[in-house]
């Protein structure tokens, strides 16, 4: 297949140069990687905690960023001189890999709706204690101290609800695609 660059396409839609480039006739997108001319293997792993070359990553994040989550994603590896077993390990470390990823971004939107409740209910504490005491008291500067508090606390709760789970939700949609 003839492969056309991005520039090549530039008056063209970006669905033209993924056709051209990536998809298949099923309807799937497919990224070929070869394997003969790079180290298969980070050269510096060892044993069981052996991975692959980060260079191969960085080519698949770097291809599959251009294609549509929505579009199933194949890689295909090709190298003359694998045996079965080689093939075998690239395929579960490559998954290995991917699946640590998508671990990793949940943790964090666990972690994220662990943060935003934390911040919520401080600031709602902090919000009512400034709303009594607004009532009762004549000291500006503490009353001053508390309603800053509690907006910090509840800007800082809705950064998170709107923005940055939003921003891990998409991470972990795009992962699920690898």
């Known amino acids: 297949m003839n ?3 991005y520039k090549e396409t530039r008056e063209e839609s970006l669905p033209a140069y993924l056709k ?3 998809l298949q006739p099923d309807g799937a997108a497919l990224i070929e990687i070869d394997l003969s001319s790079t180290d298969i293997f980070n050269p510096l792993s060892y044993g069981k905690g052996r991975t692959l070359n980060q260079d191969i990553f960085d080519l ?3 291809e599959s960023n251009l294609i ?3 579009i199933p994603l194949h ?3 090709h190298a003359a001189s694998l045996t ?4 075998d390990e690239i395929e579960n470390l490559y998954r290995e ?3 640590a990823l998508v671990y990793d971004q949940e943790w964090d939107h666990r972690q ?3 943060r935003f409740w934390r911040l919520t209910i401080v600031g709602a504490v902090l919000m009512a204690l400034y709303i009594y005491f607004s009532v009762s008291a004549e000291d500006s500067i503490g009353l001053e101290v508390l309603s800053t508090l509690a907006s910090v606390a509840l800007w800082l709760a809705a950064e998170i609800l709107l923005v940055t789970n939003r921003d891990v939700r998409i991470a972990i949609h795009n992962l699920h695609q690898l």
Do not use: G, M, V
């Open 3 to 5: 492969k056309h660059t």
């Open 20 to 22: 051209a480039n990536y």
């Open 60 to 62: 698949i994040d770097d």
């Open 68 to 70: 549509p989550a929505t």
């Open 75 to 77: 890689i295909r590896f």
């Open 84 to 87: 079965s077993d080689q093939k």
């Open 97 to 99: 890999h991917y699946q």
């Open 112 to 114: 994220n709706r662990f």
